[in-house]
């Protein structure tokens, strides 16, 4: 046997005992998986939304390597018809119409093949547009009035042009509407069950018997319990009709501004809102003390009525 072929077959039987090095096989790199279908989930057993609700929809994909996992930051949803629903980043969706439409989802380029069906119903306290119309007893237009609409919870206030309307934006099932202006008695009205724009006319009844009006420009002089406090002391007629306001322009926000009045045994507190009050009563003695009280307002303006 010749010296190469001598070490060629220690070489082998070294191998073949384990006592050499050990053969590697070559190995294929394994598969990323990828994305085989997106799926889109919401609300279990929802039925119908009404206008502004919002409801949570969550998109997944299933990879494939059997794994499933949340994507909804990351997809694209597509609704059928925006009229009636939309959908923000994240999978919020706003019902914003009557109807019914589907949301479909995608990721990387991966659409669902179901969508998630919303149908929007009208509540029975749809939000209705409110328009108030504002008169005195002869059907004269009162400008400057203030009317007040209460509804479901929420507060909206506007103030008439010179044509006595005021716009009140939208309310939702029973609104109560309050209109006032110096001068006058407030009346009030309420609708409900409507389906679509509203305007309620509404009549003022001026105040009996003749009058002098003052106004006055001022500033708070003390600081009483959190308040700024002004005090003013009124010598009129008794029996007659006392009708005061106070408003601020230099009101920040979320200021407040009311006027109580005292006359004899009688406390006569403000009504209205935010930087604007209002007393309004038969005098029952000649002596009036008003105290006007704000937060977050340094200036306002004080107008009255008395009986002449």
């Known amino acids: 046997m010749s010296r190469v072929a001598a070490v060629l077959s220690l070489a082998v039987g070294l191998a073949a005992c384990g006592e050499g090095p050990s053969a590697v096989q070559p190995t294929s790199p394994s598969a990323t998986p990828f994305v085989t279908r997106t799926e889109l989930e919401g609300p279990p057993r929802l039925e119908s939304?009404?206008?502004?609700e919002v409801i949570q929809?969550?998109?997944f994909a299933v990879l494939s390597d059997g794994t499933r996992q949340d994507?909804?930051?990351s997809a694209q949803f597509t609704v059928v018809d925006e009229?009636?629903?939309r959908v923000g980043p994240g999978g919020a969706a706003t019902a914003v119409g009557l109807g019914a439409t589907g949301v479909f989802a995608s990721y990387r380029n991966v659409s669902s093949v179901v969508g998630y069906g919303i149908r929007v119903v009208r509540s029975t306290s749809e939000a209705v547009y409110l328009t108030a119309r504002v008169r005195d007893q002869d059907g004269v237009p009162i400008a400057g009035a203030r009317v007040v609409a209460i509804?479901?919870?929420?507060?909206?206030?506007g103030v008439t042009d010179d044509n006595g309307f005021a716009d009140l934006g939208t309310g939702?099932?029973?609104v109560t509407l309050t209109a006032s202006r110096l001068g006058y008695a407030d009346a009030t009205a309420a609708v409900s069950g409507v389906t679509g724009p509203v305007q309620v006319t509404m009549w003022l009844t001026s105040n009996p018997g003749p009058f002098i009006e003052r106004r006055i420009e001022d500033a708070f002089d003390t600081f009483e319990d959190g308040f700024a406090v002004r005090r003013y002391r009124i010598v009129t007629r008794a029996g007659g009709v006392f009708d005061a306001e106070v408003d601020s322009q230099s009101c920040d926000y979320g200021g407040t501004l009311?006027?109580?009045a005292r006359s004899g045994e009688a406390d006569i507190t403000s009504t209205g809102g935010e930087c604007y009050g209002?007393?309004?009563f038969i005098i029952p003695r000649d002596e009036i003390q008003l105290t006007v009280r704000g937060q977050k307002a340094t200036t306002f303006r004080l107008t009255y009525r008395e009986p002449r």
């Open 172 to 174: 939702a099932g029973r």
């Open 57 to 59: 929809l969550r998109a």
């Open 83 to 85: 009229r009636v629903v």
């Open 49 to 52: 939304v009404t206008v502004g």
């Open 71 to 73: 994507v909804t930051d």
């Open 151 to 157: 509804g479901e919870g929420e507060l909206r206030q």
């Open 278 to 280: 209002r007393v309004r």
């Open 258 to 260: 009311t006027i109580a």
